[in-house]
Protein backbone atom coordinates (compact mmCIF):
# COMPACT_ATOMS: atom_id res chain seq x y z
CA UNK A 1 0.00 0.00 0.00
CA UNK A 2 2.87 2.12 0.11
CA UNK A 3 2.82 5.29 -1.97
CA UNK A 4 -0.72 4.25 -2.80
CA UNK A 5 -3.13 7.38 -3.77
CA UNK A 6 -7.04 6.45 -2.50
CA UNK A 7 -10.11 7.51 -2.22
CA UNK A 8 -13.00 6.11 -0.61
CA UNK A 9 -16.50 7.39 -1.50
CA UNK A 10 -19.32 6.82 1.10
CA UNK A 11 -16.79 8.14 3.51
CA UNK A 12 -18.84 9.08 6.33
CA UNK A 13 -20.94 5.97 6.38
CA UNK A 14 -20.69 3.43 9.23
CA UNK A 15 -18.21 1.27 7.08
CA UNK A 16 -16.81 4.37 5.47
CA UNK A 17 -15.58 6.22 8.38
CA UNK A 18 -13.88 2.88 9.56
CA UNK A 19 -12.38 2.03 6.49
CA UNK A 20 -10.40 5.28 6.07
CA UNK A 21 -9.41 5.13 9.65
CA UNK A 22 -7.82 2.14 9.16
CA UNK A 23 -5.83 3.71 6.01
CA UNK A 24 -4.81 6.62 7.51
CA UNK A 25 -3.73 4.77 10.82
CA UNK A 26 -0.20 5.66 11.64
CA UNK A 27 0.55 2.19 12.92
CA UNK A 28 0.30 0.73 9.27
CA UNK A 29 3.46 -0.61 8.52
CA UNK A 30 2.94 0.76 4.79
CA UNK A 31 1.10 3.95 4.67
CA UNK A 32 -0.85 5.63 1.08
CA UNK A 33 0.58 8.48 0.02
CA UNK A 34 -2.71 9.71 0.12
CA UNK A 35 -6.20 9.15 1.54
CA UNK A 36 -9.08 11.04 0.29
CA UNK A 37 -12.76 10.61 2.19
CA UNK A 38 -15.55 11.59 -0.12
CA UNK A 39 -19.03 11.60 1.25
CA UNK A 40 -21.91 14.18 0.05
CA UNK A 41 -22.23 14.58 4.06
CA UNK A 42 -19.67 16.40 5.50
CA UNK A 43 -17.58 14.11 7.97
CA UNK A 44 -17.91 15.21 11.95
CA UNK A 45 -14.38 13.66 12.39
CA UNK A 46 -11.19 15.10 10.56
CA UNK A 47 -8.52 12.88 11.01
CA UNK A 48 -5.02 13.72 10.71
CA UNK A 49 -3.41 13.17 7.23
CA UNK A 50 -7.18 12.76 5.55
CA UNK A 51 -8.20 15.02 2.91
CA UNK A 52 -12.01 15.60 2.98
CA UNK A 53 -14.10 15.96 -0.58
CA UNK A 54 -17.63 16.67 0.03
CA UNK A 55 -19.53 15.73 -3.04
CA UNK A 56 -21.93 13.56 -4.41
CA UNK A 57 -20.97 10.66 -6.70
CA UNK A 58 -23.22 11.49 -9.15
CA UNK A 59 -21.39 15.10 -9.87
CA UNK A 60 -19.28 14.78 -12.89
CA UNK A 61 -16.72 16.69 -11.03
CA UNK A 62 -15.35 13.36 -9.76
CA UNK A 63 -13.21 13.05 -12.66
CA UNK A 64 -11.68 16.40 -11.69
CA UNK A 65 -11.13 15.21 -8.17
CA UNK A 66 -9.84 11.73 -8.88
CA UNK A 67 -7.18 14.01 -11.42
CA UNK A 68 -6.41 16.62 -8.49
CA UNK A 69 -5.48 13.78 -6.41
CA UNK A 70 -3.54 11.78 -8.18
CA UNK A 71 -6.10 8.86 -7.58
CA UNK A 72 -4.77 5.48 -8.43
CA UNK A 73 -7.30 3.00 -6.23
CA UNK A 74 -10.75 3.49 -5.20
CA UNK A 75 -12.95 2.21 -2.70
CA UNK A 76 -16.79 2.55 -3.82
CA UNK A 77 -18.86 2.26 -0.57
CA UNK A 78 -21.35 4.85 -1.36
CA UNK A 79 -25.33 3.07 -1.77
CA UNK A 80 -28.61 3.95 0.06
CA UNK A 81 -28.82 0.68 2.25
CA UNK A 82 -31.58 1.48 4.10
CA UNK A 83 -33.70 4.56 2.41
CA UNK A 84 -34.84 7.13 5.04
CA UNK A 85 -38.96 8.30 5.41
CA UNK A 86 -40.12 9.47 2.20
CA UNK A 87 -37.28 7.83 -0.42
CA UNK A 88 -38.23 7.31 -3.70
CA UNK A 89 -37.10 4.64 -5.97
CA UNK A 90 -36.10 6.67 -8.73
CA UNK A 91 -33.70 8.52 -6.25
CA UNK A 92 -31.78 5.71 -5.03
CA UNK A 93 -31.36 4.17 -8.80
CA UNK A 94 -29.51 7.26 -9.51
CA UNK A 95 -27.45 7.09 -6.35
CA UNK A 96 -26.54 3.54 -6.27
CA UNK A 97 -26.56 2.61 -10.41
CA UNK A 98 -25.79 5.96 -11.64
CA UNK A 99 -23.90 7.06 -9.23
CA UNK A 100 -21.44 3.87 -9.75
CA UNK A 101 -21.46 4.51 -13.35
CA UNK A 102 -20.01 7.71 -12.85
CA UNK A 103 -17.32 6.86 -10.39
CA UNK A 104 -16.48 3.90 -13.10
CA UNK A 105 -16.08 6.45 -16.18
CA UNK A 106 -13.82 8.85 -14.01
CA UNK A 107 -11.78 5.73 -13.14
CA UNK A 108 -11.70 4.33 -16.30
CA UNK A 109 -10.88 8.43 -17.31
CA UNK A 110 -7.81 9.19 -15.88
CA UNK A 111 -6.41 5.78 -15.25
CA UNK A 112 -7.13 4.36 -12.14
CA UNK A 113 -5.42 0.95 -11.27
CA UNK A 114 -8.07 -0.63 -8.95
CA UNK A 115 -11.42 -0.26 -7.67
CA UNK A 116 -12.36 -1.82 -4.78
CA UNK A 117 -16.67 -2.25 -4.48
CA UNK A 118 -19.34 -3.27 -2.11
CA UNK A 119 -21.70 -5.10 -3.26
CA UNK A 120 -23.63 -7.36 -1.36
CA UNK A 121 -25.03 -11.49 -1.35
CA UNK A 122 -28.54 -9.33 -2.07
CA UNK A 123 -26.96 -9.44 -5.49
CA UNK A 124 -28.05 -12.96 -5.83
CA UNK A 125 -31.36 -12.21 -4.98
CA UNK A 126 -33.90 -13.86 -2.86
CA UNK A 127 -34.88 -16.95 -4.86
CA UNK A 128 -36.45 -20.14 -4.25
CA UNK A 129 -34.41 -22.27 -6.28
CA UNK A 130 -31.17 -20.63 -4.84
CA UNK A 131 -28.76 -23.14 -4.13
CA UNK A 132 -27.88 -24.32 -0.27
CA UNK A 133 -24.42 -22.16 -0.29
CA UNK A 134 -24.01 -19.58 -3.21
CA UNK A 135 -20.63 -19.64 -4.79
CA UNK A 136 -19.16 -16.60 -6.96
CA UNK A 137 -20.15 -18.46 -10.09
CA UNK A 138 -23.54 -18.31 -9.65
CA UNK A 139 -25.61 -15.65 -11.80
CA UNK A 140 -27.06 -12.42 -9.66
CA UNK A 141 -30.71 -12.21 -9.92
CA UNK A 142 -31.45 -9.50 -7.53
CA UNK A 143 -35.18 -9.37 -7.23
CA UNK A 144 -36.84 -6.45 -9.00
CA UNK A 145 -38.94 -5.99 -5.61
CA UNK A 146 -36.10 -4.85 -3.65
CA UNK A 147 -34.44 -1.84 -4.73
CA UNK A 148 -31.13 -2.85 -2.99
CA UNK A 149 -31.07 -6.32 -4.05
CA UNK A 150 -31.98 -5.36 -8.06
CA UNK A 151 -29.48 -2.15 -8.09
CA UNK A 152 -26.93 -4.56 -6.85
CA UNK A 153 -27.18 -6.58 -9.32
CA UNK A 154 -27.35 -3.86 -12.43
CA UNK A 155 -24.17 -2.83 -10.65
CA UNK A 156 -22.48 -5.94 -10.87
CA UNK A 157 -23.76 -6.51 -14.76
CA UNK A 158 -22.12 -3.04 -15.17
CA UNK A 159 -19.25 -4.38 -13.33
CA UNK A 160 -18.92 -7.33 -15.84
CA UNK A 161 -19.21 -5.00 -18.90
CA UNK A 162 -16.13 -2.75 -17.81
CA UNK A 163 -13.79 -5.91 -17.20
CA UNK A 164 -14.32 -6.79 -20.75
CA UNK A 165 -13.81 -3.48 -22.17
CA UNK A 166 -11.75 -1.64 -19.92
CA UNK A 167 -8.83 -4.39 -18.56
CA UNK A 168 -6.82 -2.20 -17.24
CA UNK A 169 -9.00 -1.30 -14.17
CA UNK A 170 -8.46 -4.23 -11.73
CA UNK A 171 -11.74 -4.61 -10.24
CA UNK A 172 -11.67 -6.72 -6.65
CA UNK A 173 -16.27 -7.17 -5.63
CA UNK A 174 -16.86 -8.11 -2.59
CA UNK A 175 -20.04 -9.73 -2.19
CA UNK A 176 -20.61 -9.10 1.84
CA UNK A 177 -23.01 -10.92 4.15
CA UNK A 178 -25.06 -9.63 7.01
CA UNK A 179 -22.75 -7.40 8.71
CA UNK A 180 -22.40 -7.30 12.67
CA UNK A 181 -20.53 -4.97 15.29
CA UNK A 182 -20.82 -3.44 18.11
CA UNK A 183 -23.27 -0.74 17.41
CA UNK A 184 -24.64 -1.62 13.75
CA UNK A 185 -28.68 -0.89 13.68
CA UNK A 186 -30.24 -1.67 10.05
CA UNK A 187 -33.04 -3.65 9.36
CA UNK A 188 -31.90 -6.90 9.68
CA UNK A 189 -30.86 -5.95 13.70
CA UNK A 190 -34.50 -4.96 13.79
CA UNK A 191 -35.94 -7.51 13.18
CA UNK A 192 -33.83 -9.02 16.25
CA UNK A 193 -35.00 -6.62 18.34
CA UNK A 194 -38.65 -7.79 18.19
CA UNK A 195 -40.15 -9.56 21.46
CA UNK A 196 -40.73 -12.45 19.01
CA UNK A 197 -38.71 -13.28 16.08
CA UNK A 198 -41.23 -13.91 13.11
CA UNK A 199 -40.29 -17.55 11.34
CA UNK A 200 -42.02 -18.69 8.33
CA UNK A 201 -43.19 -22.36 8.49
CA UNK A 202 -41.14 -24.48 6.63
CA UNK A 203 -38.04 -22.26 6.14
CA UNK A 204 -34.80 -21.95 8.31
CA UNK A 205 -34.51 -18.18 6.76
CA UNK A 206 -30.45 -18.97 7.23
CA UNK A 207 -28.27 -16.24 8.12
CA UNK A 208 -24.70 -15.54 7.38
CA UNK A 209 -23.45 -12.87 9.22
CA UNK A 210 -19.26 -10.91 9.11
CA UNK A 211 -18.29 -9.16 11.71
CA UNK A 212 -17.24 -5.40 11.02
CA UNK A 213 -13.44 -5.12 11.85
CA UNK A 214 -13.07 -8.41 9.46
CA UNK A 215 -15.30 -6.11 6.88
CA UNK A 216 -12.73 -3.45 7.24
CA UNK A 217 -9.36 -5.70 7.20
CA UNK A 218 -10.78 -7.67 3.82
CA UNK A 219 -10.99 -3.97 2.34
CA UNK A 220 -7.63 -3.04 3.04
CA UNK A 221 -6.20 -6.59 1.76
CA UNK A 222 -8.35 -5.54 -1.41
CA UNK A 223 -6.76 -2.16 -2.10
CA UNK A 224 -3.41 -3.48 -0.73
CA UNK A 225 -1.96 -6.91 -2.36
CA UNK A 226 -5.33 -9.03 -2.72
CA UNK A 227 -6.19 -10.53 -5.91
CA UNK A 228 -8.68 -9.03 -8.07
CA UNK A 229 -11.68 -11.04 -8.39
CA UNK A 230 -15.18 -11.77 -6.74
CA UNK A 231 -15.14 -12.81 -3.27
CA UNK A 232 -18.84 -13.60 -1.28
CA UNK A 233 -17.73 -12.39 2.34
CA UNK A 234 -19.10 -14.05 5.57
CA UNK A 235 -17.97 -16.05 8.83
CA UNK A 236 -17.76 -19.80 8.37
CA UNK A 237 -21.36 -21.41 8.73
CA UNK A 238 -25.04 -20.36 9.19
CA UNK A 239 -27.71 -19.68 11.65
CA UNK A 240 -31.24 -20.28 11.48
CA UNK A 241 -33.67 -17.91 12.90
CA UNK A 242 -34.48 -20.33 15.55
CA UNK A 243 -31.12 -20.47 16.42
CA UNK A 244 -31.13 -16.83 16.48
CA UNK A 245 -34.22 -16.95 18.39
CA UNK A 246 -32.46 -19.16 20.82
CA UNK A 247 -29.83 -17.03 21.57
CA UNK A 248 -31.49 -14.08 22.07
CA UNK A 249 -33.71 -15.78 24.80
CA UNK A 250 -36.68 -15.08 22.33
CA UNK A 251 -39.11 -17.65 21.22
CA UNK A 252 -40.25 -17.62 17.26
CA UNK A 253 -43.82 -16.24 16.08
CA UNK A 254 -44.46 -18.91 13.14
CA UNK A 255 -46.80 -18.10 10.62
CA UNK A 256 -47.77 -19.90 7.37
CA UNK A 257 -46.65 -18.09 4.27
CA UNK A 258 -50.09 -17.22 2.85
CA UNK A 259 -51.18 -15.78 6.28
CA UNK A 260 -48.00 -13.46 6.28
CA UNK A 261 -48.12 -12.11 2.94
CA UNK A 262 -52.02 -11.74 3.93
CA UNK A 263 -51.40 -9.64 7.16
CA UNK A 264 -48.09 -7.84 5.62
CA UNK A 265 -50.59 -6.55 2.68
CA UNK A 266 -53.14 -5.19 4.94
CA UNK A 267 -51.06 -3.94 7.85
CA UNK A 268 -48.46 -1.82 5.71
CA UNK A 269 -50.85 0.64 4.13
CA UNK A 270 -52.36 1.11 7.52
CA UNK A 271 -49.14 1.69 8.86
CA UNK A 272 -48.81 -0.75 11.78
CA UNK A 273 -45.83 -2.34 9.84
CA UNK A 274 -42.40 -1.08 7.97
CA UNK A 275 -42.70 -4.37 5.84
CA UNK A 276 -44.55 -5.08 3.20
CA UNK A 277 -45.74 -8.64 1.96
CA UNK A 278 -42.84 -8.74 -0.34
CA UNK A 279 -41.06 -8.89 2.58
CA UNK A 280 -41.90 -12.72 2.84
CA UNK A 281 -39.41 -14.00 0.26
CA UNK A 282 -36.43 -11.78 2.03
CA UNK A 283 -37.05 -13.89 5.36
CA UNK A 284 -37.73 -17.32 3.82
CA UNK A 285 -34.78 -17.19 0.77
CA UNK A 286 -32.18 -15.65 2.46
CA UNK A 287 -28.57 -16.23 0.22
CA UNK A 288 -26.07 -18.19 1.91
CA UNK A 289 -23.04 -17.13 1.29
CA UNK A 290 -19.87 -19.60 0.52
CA UNK A 291 -17.00 -18.13 1.50
CA UNK A 292 -14.08 -21.02 0.65
CA UNK A 293 -12.76 -18.50 -2.64
CA UNK A 294 -12.40 -15.31 0.08
CA UNK A 295 -9.79 -17.91 1.98
CA UNK A 296 -8.36 -19.79 -0.45
CA UNK A 297 -8.09 -17.54 -3.28
CA UNK A 298 -8.37 -14.05 -1.87
CA UNK A 299 -5.97 -14.86 0.94
CA UNK A 300 -7.92 -13.73 3.87
CA UNK A 301 -9.68 -15.94 7.22
CA UNK A 302 -11.86 -14.19 8.82
CA UNK A 303 -11.76 -14.11 12.52
CA UNK A 304 -15.01 -14.93 13.43
CA UNK A 305 -17.28 -17.86 12.43
CA UNK A 306 -21.25 -16.34 11.79
CA UNK A 307 -22.44 -18.19 15.01
CA UNK A 308 -19.46 -16.48 17.19
CA UNK A 309 -20.16 -13.11 15.26
CA UNK A 310 -23.89 -13.16 16.59
CA UNK A 311 -22.52 -13.83 19.78
CA UNK A 312 -20.36 -11.10 19.52
CA UNK A 313 -23.28 -8.70 18.50
CA UNK A 314 -25.60 -9.87 21.27
CA UNK A 315 -23.32 -8.92 23.91
CA UNK A 316 -22.44 -5.83 22.90
CA UNK A 317 -26.31 -5.01 22.86
CA UNK A 318 -26.83 -6.89 26.39
CA UNK A 319 -23.95 -4.35 27.79
CA UNK A 320 -25.52 -1.30 25.41
CA UNK A 321 -28.85 -2.04 27.29
CA UNK A 322 -29.63 0.29 30.85
CA UNK A 323 -29.07 -2.02 33.99
CA UNK A 324 -32.77 -4.00 34.58
CA UNK A 325 -33.91 -3.47 30.65
Known amino acids: MRGQRILVTGASGYLGRQVVARLAD ?5 RPACVVAHDIRASSERLPGVVY ?12 IIQRHGIDTVVHLASIVTPGKGSRREFEYDVDVNGTRNVLQACVQHGVRRI ?30 FAYAHHKRLVEEM ?34 EKPRLLAIR ?14 VGIIVRAV ?5 GIYNV ?31 ALLKPLGLTQYGPEQLDFLRYRPVLLNTRLKEVFGYMP ?6 VFELYRQARQAQRPQGA
Request: net charge negative; aromatic share 6%.
Open 26 to 30: PALTE
Open 53 to 64: EEADIRDPRMAE
Open 116 to 145: VVSSSGAAYGYHADNAAWLTEDMPVRGNEV
Open 159 to 192: LADHRQQHPALEQVVLRIGTILGATVRNQITDLF
Open 202 to 215: GSDSPFVFIWDQDV
Open 224 to 228: GDGPA
Open 234 to 264: AGDGALSIHDIAARLGKRCLVLPAALLRTAL
Open 303 to 308: RYTSAE
